[in-house]
């Protein structure tokens, strides 16, 4: 049986046919092509499969695709997109340039996950310490950095956010929506 499915995926709608037990990872990755999002393990584990759902993150292997009808979901494909443009350098959302700049990765593997999960606790908690990064990242496991630099990265992209939310509160708002990136 086949049941359709509604939602939108990185401000676009989205309908498909799917069966219940489809996974929304699955679907993400098999049908919409948006393979950013990882499988990295089968015990709901690792996190590389994380995205945000109504802007909470969710680990994609957990949840049904029909659980996702009626829901917003962003993927890393469309993380820049989620913030204001005036937010981002060259494009990137701040934690993907904090990545770069604080050398946040190495395979990259488990990046994409870490990324959303960043993003929900930086939109909960704008000043997180290293003990929030770390209680918010505990389910994306990393099997490479050692998680110091993943750490510094979450809190540096807080830092710019901050900066650039500061710096387009004191511009006249025409300004503030044309530039930035
Ligand atoms: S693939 Fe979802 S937690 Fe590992
Ligand atoms: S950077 Fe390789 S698994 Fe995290």
Redesign the pocket.
């Known amino acids: 049986m086949q049941y359709r499915v509604l939602m939108r995926v990185n401000g676009r709608p989205v309908e498909r046919e799917t069966e219940p037990r489809t996974l929304l990872?699955h679907l993400l990755r098999d049908e919409l092509g948006l393979t950013g999002t990882?499988?990295?393990?089968?015990?709901?584990?690792?996190?590389?499969?994380?995205v945000l759902m109504d802007g909470r993150a969710v680990?994609?292997?957990?949840v049904l695709a029909v659980q996702a009808d009626g829901h917003e979901i962003v993927t890393v494909e469309g993380l820049a997109d989620s913030v204001d443009a005036a937010l981002r350098y060259g494009g990137l959302h701040p934690l993907q340039e904090a990545f770069a700049r604080a050398h946040g990765l190495q395979c990259g593997f488990c990046t994409p996950?870490v990324l959303m999960a960043g993003a929900d606790l930086l939109s909960r908690n704008p000043d997180p310490s290293e003990a929030d990064v770390r209680e918010a990242l505990e389910?994306n496991l990393c099997r490479c950095t050692g998680y110091e630099n993943i750490v510094a990265a979450v809190r540096l992209a807080a830092e710019l956010l901050r900066e650039r939310q500061q710096a387009g509160a004191g511009r006249p708002a025409a300004h503030a929506a044309g530039g930035g990136d």
């Open positions: 990872v990882h499988v990295g393990c089968d015990t709901s584990q690792c996190g590389a499969c994380t680990k994609s292997c957990t996950g389910g």
